[in-house]
């Protein structure tokens, strides 16, 4: 399984077995709501300004603010997480992901080029190098009790440290999507979201591929059909999941599209 093997121990596993679906959906709530719907530039900043490493930019200002506030109180009061230790099964797998585990959708010899890939790229390494002297994030081999093999895991030593640091960079890149910053959006996505470490990345895939799991999951909707009963009443929706994905996405573009 995925967890058991990149995720580092039984303690981590167990958080994300029990609060991981559930924060990654706060997570995705909060990018999308209050991530990419808040926030203005400056009057004078054009809001193209940082060209090709806008989307990207954007993209990690949204999910920052969704890590930031992932770990605070009001999340508690509000209901809808139950437990002070929920955020650190979304703080470690964003992290993992990041760092290693999203390399098994690169090819071999490729670059990150998708602008929500290269945004967890650039949060999860810029992360590593902010607490490095700190050790807040790190790298370790351990080796596999059965093949002996040595494998890469990370490993998060402070969850506190790492909060105070996404809220270094979502500080940072509010101002740099606010002033329109181009030489330090690029200096960010050159340095941190596109460059693939190799020995990584092959460590990854080979791990990934004995898994024998897709890299991508999507889903397919039921067709639903009205039935109707003697009086022309709605008496049941009938759903069958008969129809392949191409033919899904084709009958929506064919009776939706604008
Ligand atoms: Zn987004």
Redesign the pocket.
């Given at each position: 399984m995925f967890i058991e093997e990149f995720v580092i121990d039984a303690q981590t596993r167990e958080l994300i077995d029990t609060y991981g679906n559930l924060t990654d959906e706060l997570h995705t709530d909060l990018?999308?709501c209050l991530?990419?719907g808040s926030g203005k530039l400056l009057p004078e900043t054009d809001p193209d300004s940082l060209k090709n490493y806008g989307n990207t930019i954007?993209?990690a200002r949204?999910?920052l603010f969704g890590l930031y506030y992932m770990a605070d109180k009001k999340l508690l009061e509000l209901g809808l997480l139950q437990s002070e230790e929920a955020f650190k099964a979304q703080y470690y797998s964003y992290i993992m992901n990041g760092l290693m585990t999203q390399l098994a959708r690169i090819k071999p010899d490729k670059q990150i080029e998708e602008s929500?890939m290269q945004?967890r790229a650039l949060i999860a390494w810029w992360a590593y190098e902010l607490g490095k002297e700190e050790n807040v994030i790190e790298f370790v081999k351990l080796s596999d009790s059965v093949t002996n093999e040595l494998k890469t895991f990370v490993r998060i030593n402070d969850y506190t440290a790492l909060r105070r640091i996404f809220a270094q960079q979502l500080a940072e890149i509010q101002r740099i999507k606010g002033m329109g910053d181009f030489d330090k959006a690029r200096e960010l996505v050159e340095g941190y979201a596109i460059k693939v470490d190799k020995t990584l990345h092959t460590e990854v895939l080979q791990r990934y591929e004995r898994l024998n799991i897709a890299p991508y999951k999507g889903f397919i909707n039921p067709v639903m059909s009205l039935k109707y009963g003697s009086d022309n009443q709605i008496v049941d929706v009938k759903l069958d999941y008969n129809e392949t994905y191409t033919d899904q996405m084709m009958r929506y573009s064919k009776d939706y599209s604008l």
């Open positions: 990018h999308e991530g990419h954007e993209e949204a999910d929500h945004n």
